[in-house]
């Protein structure tokens, strides 16, 4: 189903992607301000350069005895005579040769070459800091506005877009968990019924069969039922005697053992208690105990152990079986190991979800047509 952090995740893919082809623009537009800026502070420059060749002027026609020379908090400038040396400076901690304000690289500067005076210049450099901070600023706020349209009109887009096909999934979702609830009663009576049934006729091989497939049918409707409602699962923990629990789900699987001549081996060491949640046991157990005896040979032996360690307990699966090919696979939803035996290959999918949720280790231990082994550790 299409949920809020889904939604979230599309938009910010197209807002990324419609920055990404905005940022062209812009940065043509930053290119073209960074130019605009330049020729503004070149004429400047000269301004303020004719401002001063205009007080040497009227000091020389004046006559005075000395020269005030122009200063100023935006501009520094030098005055040259006619060997590049340096005459006079607006800013003694910014004296530089005649060649020096070639090199600078944070500052903008003009040189106007200078008619015969009184102070013997012939060169006069005017300089002044490079500030784009205004260009960056604007920058900055058209695309922060550029941003939180795109990010409306992405939102409104997606939103329109997606409206269908969540509409669609909360349809499937109730038409499935009303089918679900409708399956549960029928089932429910099936197993009744032929349980009686198995009780009048016993070792009845059709009637064997019969239970065997309704405890699938109700493995596969169990897996459909947590899957749907896994977000639904209360975190309700219980003390549970991990002993007893799989010694019943043993016995609960045994009519599908024994009709492909299959037998159990326990080594279930007694009471053994961890808090778990009832549901979520259900699901690791009969899903290892389902698939052990789905994927094992006819008359072959499957070996169930459960063991205390020091600071652990191991619960563990072993099969004779015809192996898995790759094990890294096999936690995929929707696996199968073939296409023969049936069910949705989501049972594992689940028990690997429990068992990250719950910090169980899985190890799976195999080899093709010699068997497979799950061991699971819980800490304690």
Known sequence: MINSKSELKYIVIQVTITLLIALIPIYFYIDATKNNQDIKDKIDLQNYANQIILKIDYFERQNNNIFYYPRSNIYFSSIFDKNKNLIFSSNESLEFFYEDFKKFKDKFCYQ?????????????????????????????????IVT??????SFFVIKQSIEPYKKLNIYLDEFLKDVM?????????????IDMLSMRLRNDKNILRVKSALKNMTIIYEDLEYYMQQHEVKELKTNINLSSFLEKRVEFFNDLAVARNIVFHKNIEANIEIVFNEIEAYRIIDNNLSNAIKY?????????????????IKLIFKDEGIGIKDTSTIFERYYRGDKITGGFGIGLSIVKNICIKNSIKIDVESKENFGTTFIYTFNL
């Open 112 to 144: 106007k070459e200078l008619n015969q005076n009184i102070l013997d210049a012939s060169s006069l450099i005017v300089c002044k800091n490079s500030d784009y901070s205004e260009v960056i600023y604007n920058a900055l706020i058209l695309l922060l």
């Open 181 to 193: 609830h409708e399956l549960k009663t029928p089932i429910g009576v099936a197993r009744i019924n």
């Open 148 to 153: 939180f349209f795109i990010f409306l009109l």
């Open 296 to 312: 094992s040979k006819n008359s072959s032996n499957i070996y169930v152990s459960l063991k205390k360690e020091e600071n652990s």
